[in-house]
Nanobody, 118 residues
Framework: QVQLVESGGGLVQVGGSLRLSCAAS????????MGWFRQAPGKEREIVAA???????YYADSVKGRFTVSRDNVKNTVYLQLNSLKPEDTAVYCC????????????WGQGTQVTVSS
């Protein structure tokens, strides 16, 4: 079983920045694809970014050029740097782990709230 714990959310003004962290348990974290998702009130959950075991990355069009995903396999942690934040970025952000690297996310964190005020 893998446990994921997010941190780093908060209230920020438009144009501000935040850095989210997701700490994972488990010895084989380095083999997982890790994803960041978000869900805003009244909207469906959407993938924001993902990073593979060999550091290939994916970004949703809405965040390209503003968000950066990275990982530290020694610390078993994945990060999401959020820059140039907009009100529409307000959501609960969750990290998730795809252990088989097949596009199915098997483990999920509880999430951290990001609120962007205008």
């Amino acid at each position: 079983q893998v446990q994921l714990v997010e941190s780093g959310g908060g209230l920020v003004q438009v144009g501000g920045s935040l850095r989210l962290s997701c700490a994972a348990s488990g010895r084989i974290f380095s083999t997982y694809t890790m994803g960041w998702f978000r869900q805003a009130p009244g909207k469906e959950r959407e993938i924001v970014a993902a990073i593979t075991w060999d550091d290939n990355t994916y970004y949703a069009d809405s965040v390209k050029g503003r968000f950066t995903v990275s990982r530290d396999n020694v610390k078993n942690t994945v990060y999401l740097q959020l820059n140039s934040l907009k009100p529409e970025d307000t959501a609960v952000y969750c990290c998730a782990a795809d252990r088989n690297r097949d596009g199915t996310y098997d483990y999920w964190g509880q999430g951290t709230q990001v609120t962007v005020s205008s």
